[in-house]
C-alpha cells in the first residue's frame, strides 16, 4: 500500500479516543459547575455556548472521523457549523428580551 492509501484509511487510536473522551468529560464537568454559579445571564450563556462549541468540534473532529476525511469534505461541512453558530448569535438577544419578559 503507498503512503497516501494509508493516509486515507488513518484513524485515531484508541488512546486518542481516551485522551478526548476525558477533555470532553472535563468540559462537561466544568459547564455543571457554571449552572451551579451565580453568574450574569449574558456570561453564563456565553461560556456555556463557547464550550458547547468546542465540545461539538472536537465530537465532529473526532468521533465522527472528520478529522481524517479528505479536505473538500471539511471545507463542504464547516460552512454550515458557521451558519448554525451565526444563527445561534442572531436568536441570542431575543431569548434574553423574553427572560425579561418573565413575571417574577
Known sequence: MSEAQVRTHESGSRKLFLYVWFWLLALTG????L?????GVKL???LLMGLSVIKASL???????L???K???VLTLMPAMVFV???L????????RLLEMRPR
Do not use: C, G, K, Q
Not at 35 to 39: F, G, K, M, S, V
Not at 89 to 96: G, K, T
Open 89 to 96: 448569535f442572531a436568536f441570542f438577544p431575543d431569548s434574553l
Open 44 to 46: 453564563m450563556l456565553t
Open 67 to 69: 478529522r481524517y476525511e
Open 30 to 33: 466544568v459547564e455543571v459547575f
Open 59 to 65: 465530537i465532529i473532529s473526532y468521533f465522527m472521523h
Open 85 to 87: 453558530i451565526v444563527l
Open 35 to 39: 449552572a451551579y454559579e451565580r453568574l
Open 71 to 73: 479536505r473538500s469534505l
